[in-house]
């Protein structure tokens, strides 16, 4: 799991090992410096300037710091009361609205407010899958908004990850991208790879590269607007980052990637009135999956607020054929 943190003025002079602690639930100091050591920090300053951490570097304030912990299952998973939109709910799955922030799985630095602690808080113990990660049928990252898709016994997490793997699931996705694509429709089939300089990102790869795997997604124009357009993504493969790694590579970036794009914030001028996006402007807005006890399976998520103010009112992603 990657950490994305802003430093505060007020942790200026501190050391980046110290401070980091101090911010990751169960992550003590000598993962930390473990984990810098092997190159899974980062640390971007004011100016947009990268540089690797070191556990004693001192912290100015304001710099942005990426740290990757690897999963690890927690010693217990406590049962929360966190607000869940649940969009579908039967014998075999339950569909969610995850909100943008919310954290999949639980790992090291964020054991709490989960969508896992979540569905324990509301439904109890599942056996749809691993003890700490009941039921899941796949993810979304951290600051996309969008349909998540849980079992509710372990048929059919089978069934659907089968479905997903067999690429019987079509996925929508809305984006807002920078710029104004030439074409109504274009596509792109890089295939994605871990990124030989920065542990944080995927990159489009040559064919064939070791460790790369196929990508596909479709892209469809919806609005035009100043500065940027309202796009349908429609990824046919589920890679990690897959979206925002394509729209980056055909030179429009999902509006306030703080990974892949030109600014963590839209718009770019200090000026501009509210509403400002803070977060990656990428929302799962349907899925249509195939149902245990046949048929499909239709499941769309509203809007949410900070992106809603971006679109036309009322836009409903295009019906899957």
């Not at 505060?8 to 000598?30: I, K, M, Y």
């Not at 048929?155 to 984006?175: N, P, W």
């Not at 792109?188 to 030989?196: D, F, I, K, N, V």
Request: proline share 8%; hydrophobic share 40%; aromatic share 6%.
């Amino acid at each position: 799991m990657i950490h994305h943190l802003l430093v505060p003025a007020h942790a200026a002079g501190t050391r980046l090992d110290v401070w980091l602690e101090t911010q990751l639930d169960g992550c003590t100091r000598s993962l930390v410096a473990r984990l810098i050591k092997q190159d899974r920090c980062v640390l971007e300053n004011t100016a947009g300037q990268q540089q690797r951490g070191k556990a004693g570097l001192s912290l100015r304030g304001g710099e942005r710091v990426s740290l990757e912990v690897p999963e690890g299952e927690p010693p217990t998973l406590e049962p929360e009361d966190v607000p869940l939109t649940i969009l579908h709910e039967d014998a075999a799955c339950i569909a969610i609205a995850k909100p943008p922030g919310m954290v999949v799985h639980p790992a090291v630095g964020r054991w709490h407010g989960t969508l896992v602690n979540a569905l324990l808080g509301r439904y109890g113990s599942h056996p749809g899958g691993e003890a700490w990660r009941p039921g899941i049928v796949h993810r979304l990252d951290e600051f996309t908004s969008g349909v998540i898709l849980v079992a509710r016994n372990p048929a059919a997490l089978t069934f659907f990850q089968d479905a997903f793997r067999e690429r019987r699931v079509h996925k929508r996705y809305l984006a807002l991208m920078h710029g104004a694509p030439r074409a109504d429709w274009f596509e792109h089939a890089g295939w994605l790879g871990r990124h030989p300089k920065d542990f944080r990102k995927r990159a489009v790869l040559p064919e064939g590269t070791q460790d790369a795997r196929e990508a596909y997604t479709a892209f469809a124009v919806r609005e035009r607007r100043d500065g940027y357009a309202v796009v349908e993504a429609r990824p046919r493969t589920g890679r990690t980052h897959q979206v925002r790694v394509h729209a980056t590579a055909l030179g429009h970036p999902i509006l306030a990637d703080a990974v892949y794009g030109r600014s963590a914030i839209w718009p770019l001028t200090s000026g501009a009135p509210e509403p400002i996006l803070r977060r990656q402007a990428l929302h799962a807005w349907a899925l249509d999956v195939p149902h245990p006890d046949g048929g499909r399976l239709r499941l769309d998520a509203p809007i949410p607020d900070d992106l809603a103010a971006w679109v036309t009112p009322g836009l409903m992603p295009m019906p899957i054929s």
